[in-house]
């Protein structure tokens, strides 16, 4: 199981994850959704719109680059954004 600090990856490196030559497709994949996992893990009540506003925003890219792996997932996803 992955923690935190297992994925030192944010949103700013999808354009490099996307890059990398020696990863498979799947571990691309998964990357890009554990960063999208942990910034919505990492909101609370608290939060305020901008903040979720930002991280919908980076979310849609995430979404966005999956679909240049899978495309009919990520169809599907961006397709599901509120």
Partial sequence: MRSYEDCKYTAEDIDKILGFTSWSTKKKMDTLFHIDCTMYSNMGTDSSAGERKDVQRK??????AIKQ??????KLLL???D
């Fill in 59 to 64: 979310s849609k890219t995430i979404y966005r």
């Fill in 69 to 74: 792996l899978n495309p009919s997932l990520g």
């Fill in 79 to 81: 397709g599901n954004m």
